[in-house]
């Protein structure tokens, strides 16, 4: 694998002084190296050898602790291989990367247009209403209301009854689709790992702060698939084209799937739709906007708008062709785009995330 070592801060590089800076370098090599922790433990020695890395530090020592801590594995051949907590790490390193101004902020509700079943028992009361759910009866507070009105003789009249007050949770459906053509490494860019990197940390802060929340991660090329969060930081890009359309019906279906009323997508590509599936056909047009792919492709994305899914695109690219068709799709979806470079796309997907938090229901 080609690393271009002049993307990491060679600077900091220099300065590691013991295992947990060691750790964020190796993850961040895993993350390059498509999941591989052979590939990424191969380039740590060579970077030890050009001189980023102290020579003196042991890294078969390291290596070692990270077996002992159980972050990596063998499997049947004796290869390295990511285990779960490997895996759950890298998650939490991409969080911690990308989101940590969220640590030190609340938990919100989600600008969404339908309010959500759930409710959470606060620990204030109030008094009984008519129609109130008596499951919320707060016993304690309902018993001392008719001991202050009759110490002598406990008896419960309908004024005694106070209910706990409640909070509305509202619970959203979250999918992510990213695009793994060619094209999201040519040109010396490499703008996959920062889209997949966006992804492990969205799961981990949904996983750790919004547990009622769910996201599927959909990856789109020549077709689409879904990609197990266990599984996500080995999805590496191909020799694909990009169908779009692909990429947001597997989304659609998997978020109709899902029990939540609220349902959004994230679409994070740097292309043009260039191919279709007809059948077992693959219909592909690479040069410009190919009207039979555009049309196909739009209907899908009013397929999403008819469910309720709210569709934002992050486009990795500015060409004036491709920004009027993102238009129109986002016209048609009533939903919003954003044209971001690799390095500002993580700030973008955390501003529209925690935006659609923070809104109050009523």
């Not at 790992?193 to 966006?198: D, E, G, L, Q």
């Given at each position: ?27 961040e090599l895993v993350l ?72 030190r902020s609340g938990a ?215 920004v009027d068709f993102v ?36």
């Amino acid at each position: 694998m080609d690393y271009r070592y002049g993307e990491l801060p060679l600077d900091l590089l220099r300065s590691l002084l013991g295992f947990e800076e060691l750790l964020r370098l190796f993850l961040e090599l895993v993350l390059r190296a498509g999941g591989d922790p052979e590939e990424a433990m191969a380039a740590m020695r060579r970077l030890q050898q050009m001189g980023v890395i102290d020579p003196d530090l042991d890294l078969d020592e390291f290596l070692r602790a990270l077996e002992e801590q159980g972050l990596v594995g063998r499997d049947g051949q004796g290869k390295l291989a990511l285990a779960g907590p490997g895996e759950r790490r890298i998650r939490r390193a991409a969080l911690e990367e990308i989101f940590s101004s969220l640590a030190r902020s609340g938990a919100g509700l989600h600008a969404v247009p339908r309010a959500g079943g759930g409710t959470e028992l606060l620990g204030e009361s109030r008094p009984w209403e008519f129609g109130d759910d008596l499951v919320r009866l707060d016993p304690v507070r309902t018993v001392a209301n008719a001991a202050r009105r009759d110490p002598e003789e406990l008896s419960l009249r309908p004024d005694d009854f106070e209910v706990f007050e409640t909070e509305s949770q509202t619970a959203c459906a979250t999918a992510i689709a990213i695009d793994i053509s060619h094209s999201m490494v040519l040109y010396g860019e490499d703008r996959f790992t920062p889209a997949k990197k966006v992804a492990l940390a969205l799961a981990e802060l949904i996983l750790s702060k919004y547990p009622k929340d769910t996201i599927d991660v959909v990856l789109f090329g020549d077709d689409a698939s879904v990609v197990p969060l266990e599984q996500l930081s080995q999805a590496s890009v191909g020799p694909f084209h990009t169908n779009t359309k692909a990429g947001l019906a597997l989304s659609r279906g998997l978020l109709a799937r899902r029990r939540s009323r609220n349902r959004q997508l994230f679409l994070i590509t740097d292309g043009k739709p260039s191919c279709i599936r007809e059948g077992s056909r693959l219909y592909k047009n690479p040069f410009g906007l190919d009207l039979k792919i555009v049309n196909r492709t739009l209907e899908e994305v009013e397929r999403c708008r008819r469910d309720g899914i709210q569709l934002t695109t992050f486009m990795l690219a500015t060409d004036p062709a491709l920004v009027d068709f993102v238009e129109t799709m986002t016209k048609l979806a009533r939903g919003r785009a954003y044209y971001a470079s690799p390095t500002d796309l993580a700030s973008f997907v955390f501003r529209d995330y925690v935006r659609n938090r923070k809104k109050l229901f009523r």
